[in-house]
């Protein structure tokens, strides 16, 4: 599989680096995508073949593509991706928070037989939730709690930083809680996810606990998230699930979701 990748800050160039390293036997990163030159540098000395010009990157012969930059870049790229039949795996899922935006893309998928995947990123159950839908509609919360310094602050107690719903959420923090608009996406019904964010200094790590009932129980998840060495707004899970779901584009035994 010819892998392109847009963006290489630390979630793209793991993986790149992931790849290279033989993590991922069936895959083959073949061009790197980026408008930051300092970027571009970092994947030619990782010995990635590089581009500045996105014409170029969509005029390469790819099987799939991973899109690792922002929510801004997803919504500017994404369409024309599609429009050339790819696979194309999605880090910033905040992006579809604009359900105008998520329409379209749907629309863009069938009529050019493409693929978007979006990763459970820094949670887990996503599954688990898919499945409790078909019993009928879910209500979800979402709380979830960062060191002061993951969220840009410096707050010496916890400080409940926002409550409200997983669009909005999205929206107010892209590079903190793609995970809210992932949750939403499971459960197609963004307006059921509820969302707390705390910052609270006494936590070392990301913390997000997920409780979603409906008819078939009630499930509860918390995953606690190392921070992401090269980038503690993120966790390394996030990461990980990257390279989870392209290795199960693959298999021909699938397990979970």
Wanted: cysteine-free.
């Amino acid at each position: 599989m010819k892998l392109g990748i847009i963006g290489y800050g630390a979630i793209g160039s793991f993986v790149a680096r992931s790849i290279k390293d033989g993590l991922l036997k069936k895959y083959n990163v073949s061009l790197v995508f980026d408008l930051d030159e300092e970027k571009l540098e970092k994947a030619k000395k990782d010995g990635f073949k590089t581009t500045n010009s996105f014409e170029e990157f969509l005029n390469e012969n790819l099987d799939m593509v991973m899109e690792s930059a922002s929510q801004k870049a997803a919504k500017l790229y994404l369409p024309d991706l599609l429009k050339k039949g790819l696979r194309v795996l999605v880090m910033s899922g905040g992006v579809f928070s604009d359900m105008a935006f998520k329409k379209k893309i749907d629309e863009l998928a069938e009529e050019y037989d493409a693929k978007v995947y979006v990763p459970s990123g820094a949670i887990s159950g996503l599954d688990g939730i898919e499945a409790m839908k078909f019993a009928g509609e879910l209500s979800v919360l979402l709380e979830t709690r960062k060191n002061p310094r993951s969220l840009g602050r410096s707050d010496e107690s916890p400080v409940l930083i926002f409550e409200g719903g997983a669009k909005e959420a999205a929206e107010k923090f892209p590079k903190n809680i793609n995970v809210a608009m992932a949750l939403a996406l499971a459960t197609e019904h963004p307006e059921n996810v509820k969302v707390r964010i705390i910052s609270d200094p006494n936590v070392h790590t990301n913390t997000h606990t997920i409780v979603a009932e409906g008819k078939s129980g009630k499930m509860k998840i918390t995953v606690e998230n190392v921070p992401f060495p090269e980038n503690p707004k993120t966790s390394f899970l996030a990461a990980l699930s990257a390279l989870q779901i392209l290795k199960k584009i693959t298999q021909n035994f699938i397990i979970g979701g």
